[in-house]
């Protein structure tokens, strides 16, 4: 690609620009994000379903995933949710479901379960309390761990355990690298782009004296 | 899709995994993640260059960015850099440059930049004194403001305030969104599978009372 001409914004720049176009800014820099709806229930048995996209792997031993709540009214039953039962289940979106799951953000009354405002369908697995999105194929259910405020901007770090995984067994390769591509996992980037992917290459693991090649992708079953 | 047949793995299943097969899998349950290249320089003024992919916007007022460096000696130098000199530069990665970017992952003996090693080139601009990837189309300074230590697996969250940002010009929204994908952009999963992107599309913010529809791209300058 030819670059073209670029632009420099600094942060004083910055500050004279209008907030909403700011805040899509910001949004866009950090890349493309992970989209995942967050799958919850109170104690009285009232679902919750909110989209996120700031779900990070955190490690793999424990196996951990955060996320980021923002201080926001339309998050609030979604951590108010986990830490009255200390659940919740995180469901990758695909093509088929995206606007609903971006409708989810909606600010819908407290008292409306946003699995009955958009049509998604809940479903419950193995005894797990939380519940999943039956139109998402890979989902995972989590324990909530630890919360670590953040100061800065009063937002929320929250960490969670993987205890049970759901994906199409036909996605899974051989070296236990899952094919969410394959199972059909978007992508987005700002506050309202929705992305579908095409694979590059997956490359071997970088070693100093030689360059990455690319890996053959090997399903489990084919 | 037709999900086919879907599989469960549970917490107790997983711990009966190989270790690097049960990496593998959890890393990929994230979904597609950022991927960046983050540049530092120590006081000898020696560069360093480093891929994360756990790059996540924390807020846009202020302008904060996070990211996760694990407890692992490749992204040591990252690490003291930034605690050293207090800036940062955080690149997107294009098709053009991803297997180079994967390369700089490998482990080079701390004299080495992987500037030099992979052929990437470095760039000072407006005075920022972290270098940039000249290559990337669409990077940011980040002066750093605080790290967070998360206990339950020894990770560190680092966060840092953006300064100075660059993109093509042409890639910017009239609405401020910045169109990443047009900017060449790539995304990743797993530890080491490299995706593109093809826009599915922009929806418009969410009301409870009506459907979100498709927000027609507009560019500042076409």
Not at 174 to 188: P, R
Request: overall charge negative; hydrophobic content about 35%.
């Amino acid at each position: 690609m030819d670059k073209g001409k670029t632009t420099l914004v600094t942060f004083a720049d910055l500050k004279d620009w209008e907030q909403r176009k700011r805040a899509q800014l910001i949004n866009s820099l950090g890349g493309f994000k992970s989209v995942c709806l967050i799958g919850t229930v109170n104690k009285l048995g009232q679902t919750n379903l909110a989209i996120f996209n700031s779900v990070i792997h955190l490690g793999a031993n424990p196996p951990l995933v955060a996320f980021i709540i923002r201080p926001d009214s339309v998050e609030r039953h979604t951590l108010e949710n986990i830490l009255e039962t200390g659940f919740y289940t995180i469901n990758h979106i695909n093509e088929g479901i995206y606007k609903q799951a971006h409708q989810t953000s909606a600010r819908y009354p407290g008292e409306v379960s946003e699995f009955d405002a958009t049509g998604l369908s809940s479903e419950f697995k193995n005894d797990f309390s939380a519940p999943f999105v039956a139109e998402s194929n890979v989902s995972f259910g989590v324990l909530f761990k630890e919360r670590i405020d953040i100061a800065l901007n009063g937002t929320t770090l929250m960490i969670g355990e993987i205890q049970l995984i759901n994906f199409p067994e036909n996605c899974l390769c051989e070296d236990g690298f899952l094919d969410i591509e394959k199972a059909q996992s978007i992508t987005c980037s700002g506050l309202d782009s929705y992305h579908k992917t095409v694979r590059l290459s997956r490359l071997t693991y970088a070693k100093p004296d030689r360059e990455p090649t690319e890996l053959e992708i090997t399903y489990q079953i084919e």
